[in-house]
């Protein structure tokens, strides 16, 4: 597609659940990168790929955030057991490569009730 | 984490003024980028520039870069209410593997006609 795109637009699910994030990056782009940005503040690294391979999960908040970009094409992200804290805009960007500017989707609006 | 802290957190000038919004950061760094956001929206990329630079102009845009001081600013000339929006910079931070973009917490710019 022309861009990044992102999918649900908004998610609200109840405490306790599970929700999958997805990214579809810019056709070609190899780096691949997941924020989050709370109302007012910048966005919150969490962790970004080369291709497939992960290269820094260190942003992840805890163990019940993972991310996924098995084929180096679209990635998943998932959080487990959902908590309110979590409720935030999820962005994901990518790029051509490192360094290059990034290009954002529009992000999913995370609702924990 | 972030790196990369802009000054001031809010400006509110007329149209046809000068905006500057400084950014500071702490470590080594290769590139810094600035992007602008509106209302909430996905994040725009305004401009790069290498550390090896000191000064970069796009348009209306002046972005200058002290690595001494480990700072930049961004100078928006002759200002429209367009530019209403918040203003990131986001510096390549090294990580355990390869380099991941960090960003400030941003500059709310505030133009009136």
């Known amino acids: 597609g022309a861009g990044v795109s992102q999918s649900p637009r908004y998610k609200v699910t109840k405490r306790g659940q599970d929700v999958a994030l997805r990214c579809d990056p810019i056709?070609?782009?190899?780096?691949l990168y997941w924020y989050r940005q709370a109302l007012g503040q910048g966005p919150e690294f969490l962790t970004y790929?080369?291709?497939?391979?992960?290269?820094?999960k260190s942003g992840l908040p805890n163990d019940r955030f993972s991310a996924e970009r098995p084929e180096g094409s679209i990635s998943t992200l998932t959080i487990q057991r959902t908590e309110q804290r979590d409720s935030a805009m999820y962005r994901c960007?990518?790029?051509?490569?490192?360094?290059?500017?990034?290009?954002f989707g529009n992000g999913t609006r995370l609702t924990v009730t | 984490s972030q790196q990369g802290e802009e000054d001031p957190q809010a400006l509110s000038i007329q149209e046809g003024e000068n905006a500057t919004m400084n950014c500071s950061y702490k470590?080594?760094?290769?590139?810094l980028q600035w992007y602008r956001q509106n209302s909430g929206r996905g994040l725009v990329h305004l401009i790069l520039i290498r550390s090896n630079e000191r000064e970069k102009h796009s348009g209306r845009l002046r972005v200058t870069l002290d690595t001494s001081k480990k700072s930049s600013s961004l100078l928006i000339t002759a200002s429209r209410a367009a530019d209403t929006a918040s203003y990131f910079c986001?510096?390549?931070?090294?990580?355990?593997?390869?380099?991941?973009?960090?960003f400030g917490k941003g500059t709310t710019l505030s133009v009136s006609s």
């Open positions: 986001a510096t390549d931070e090294l990580r355990q593997a390869g380099t991941a973009l960090i």
């Open positions: 056709s070609g782009h190899v780096s």
């Open positions: 470590t080594s760094i290769n590139n």
């Open positions: 960007a990518s790029s051509p490569g490192q360094p290059s500017p990034l290009h």
């Open positions: 790929f080369n291709y497939e391979a992960q290269q820094d």
